[in-house]
T-cell receptor, first 115, second 118 residues
């Protein structure tokens, strides 16, 4: 099926360090991207989003960078905490003409925070 | 606001039986809901888009006669897995679209339903 690819399936970081999770997307026409956090046995939780007319957006401890030239997206988490341990997915908002847009999810990165 | 619930949260059934999963938007109306399937350590794969009052749109490779979707009201969509087999065991997640959400495109996700077919 369709998917947005990720470079690193597992990322292990020390508590307090910064984390960077990367994602490559395939459709240059996509205009909106979202990062989700998913804890074990739960649904995805919205973290941050970015429109294609931006290249950077900051939230609380998180920053998303978008490079449309190479179709690359990254999520930066500052001062990573044990509670940040989860699987992180990027999602690409895919237009479908007159129908509601659909999300194409990346393969996911497991972030493991070591105390 | 924008809470989506699923029921049941987990279900175990025998092979050959049918299972119904409900997805409800609790505090907003959703003309469109989505159903995803997620196998262990894998990503979410869109199964179908459910539109209130009309037939669902299924993704390529998803059998519409096996995964029956009904979206009879603006707050409820159901997914019925018919004649379930062990390979249907998965985590099923729904989302509800709110046009008033972020960027006009936000999907609010439910907590998921764990289906185990024996």
């Amino acid at each position: 099926g369709e998917s947005v690819g990720l470079h690193l399936p597992t990322l292990s970081v020390q508590e307090g360090d910064n984390s960077i999770i990367n994602c490559a997307y395939s459709n240059s026409a996509s205009d909106y991207f979202i990062w989700y956090k998913q804890e074990s046995g739960k649904g995805p939780q919205f973290i941050i989003d970015i429109r294609s007319n931006m290249d950077k957006r900051q939230g609380q401890r998180v920053t998303v960078l978008l490079n449309k030239t190479v179709k690359h997206l990254s999520l930066q988490i500052a001062a990573t905490q044990p509670g940040d341990s989860a699987v992180y997915f990027c999602a690409e908002n895919r237009r479908r003409g007159g129908a509601t847009n659909k999300l194409i999810f990346g393969t996911g990165t497991l972030l493991a925070v070591q105390p | 606001g924008a809470v989506v619930s699923q029921h049941p949260s987990w279900v175990i059934c025998k092979s050959g039986t049918s299972v119904k999963i409900e997805c409800r938007s609790l505090d907003f109306q959703a003309t469109t809901m989505f159903w995803y399937r997620q196998f262990p350590k894998q990503s979410l794969m869109l199964m179908a888009t459910s539109n209130e009052g009309s037939k669902a749109t299924y993704e390529q490779g998803v059998e519409k006669d096996k995964f029956l979707i009904n979206h009879a009201s603006l707050t409820l969509s159901t997914l019925t897995v018919t004649s379930a087999h062990p390979e249907d065991s998965s985590f099923y997640i729904c989302s509800a679209h709110s046009p008033s959400g972020r960027a006009g495109n936000e999907q609010f996700f439910g907590p998921g339903t764990r289906l185990t077919v024996l």
